[in-house]
């Protein structure tokens, strides 16, 4: 932590070539501190992943505003998960709220966040909705009707809340030995904030925290640095829960709640076709870290999860939207 200032919490932002986005996010965000009065215990954090559309000039600019800002440029670019992972290695204040360059906070989140953080707790999830590149939503996104709770620390907390790390933005951490914990267990997938939130789970409380939704740009697939390959990257998602130090059962529960509550991961793939589907089931399947008991229980039951999520969704109404919904892999 600075010597210089207590600050409190630091808002780390990976980013690569959405120069406009990072910087209309910085002013937002610059604004909310400033509103709250806030600038003594928050500060922000940028890792720029080599952009080449000129962000590292727009981002000097503000350097000198009413928020502290850090800016970090890499000589080249090392790759969404490195960038993202080298962030928990950077923060030097006791908190991290993690958040996408194109993804939006409230300033009423963040004021609950620090009201948090005022209690010695683990982390923080927010729910999320999603918005298109004009800023509007459309009505889906998580844990949208759900109340907010406080978990204690523990494998309970972690089953409940892990899975929700596969949206990374506005997950609050406490970073104390998590840059350690993902040097020293080789964590640098696409989804290693997983890791990161199941071990905060494991260790402290979390509060998840649903009245002020984050507002996550889904962007078209072919604009972004990586895609869901043939697995869903379900394979990414199980390396972090294997590595995690709990028994075997555990992390048996874990892979097992995940394909339940993610099912669209693998569910997505029919829209392109049954060998689409069979291959992503099978790489799933034969994938180095789903268990072997994960694998026998999810081969005789994805049909039934499957069955069973579109029953539910009917008597919501929403199974026609979710059929017509483009696939976007």
Same mark, same amino acid.
């Given at each position: *932590? @600075?010597?210089?200032?207590?600050?409190?919490? $630091?808002?780390?932002?990976? $980013?690569?070539?959405?120069c406009e986005f990072l910087i209309k996010n910085l002013k937002k965000i610059?604004? *909310?501190?400033?509103?709250?009065?806030?600038?003594? /215990?928050?500060? /922000?954090? /940028? @890792?720029?992943n080599g952009s080449t559309d000129g962000t590292e000039k727009r981002v000097r600019a503000m350097l000198k505003g009413r928020v502290s800002i850090i800016y970090h440029c890499n000589e080249k670019n090392i790759g969404p998960r490195v960038n993202i992972a080298n962030l928990f290695g950077k923060v030097r204040t006791k908190y991290m709220l993690l958040l996408g360059d194109d993804d939006f906070i409230s300033k009423e989140y963040l004021e609950r966040v620090l009201t948090c953080l005022e209690n010695d707790i683990g982390c923080i999830i927010p729910s999320y909705i999603n918005v298109d590149l004009d800023g509007k939503d459309n009505g889906r996104g998580r844990d949208l009707k759900v109340k907010s709770k406080k978990y204690e620390p523990g494998f309970r907390n972690c089953l409940a809340n892990a899975w929700r790390g596969h949206q990374m933005s506005g997950l609050v951490f406490r970073v104390e030995n998590l840059m350690e914990e993902i040097e020293k267990k080789n964590i640098y997938n696409y989804y290693l904030q997983i890791y990161a939130l199941a071990y905060c789970c494991l260790h402290g409380s979390t509060y998840h925290i649903t009245e002020y939704p984050v507002r996550v740009t889904r962007p078209p697939q072919k604009s972004k640095d990586w895609g869901y390959g043939t697995d869903g990257l379900i394979g990414n998602v199980f390396e972090n829960f294997v590595k995690l130090d709990l028994t075997r059962l555990q992390k048996v529960e874990l892979e097992m709640k995940f394909l339940v509550d993610q099912y669209w991961r693998y569910a997505m793939y029919l829209k392109k076709g049954v060998r689409d589907f069979l291959t992503c089931i099978k790489n799933i399947l034969c994938s180095t870290y789903t268990l072997w008991p994960t694998k026998i229980l999810f081969a005789v039951s994805f049909m039934f999860i499957l069955g069973g999520k579109a029953i539910a969704l009917l008597f919501n109404g929403k199974l026609v939207q979710t059929l017509m919904t483009k696939v976007d892999i």
């Open positions: *932590m @600075s010597e210089e200032k207590q600050c409190k919490l $630091t808002i780390a932002i990976p $980013t690569y070539n959405r610059e604004q *909310m501190i400033f509103d709250l009065d806030a600038q003594d /215990i928050v500060e /922000i954090l /940028i @890792s720029d």
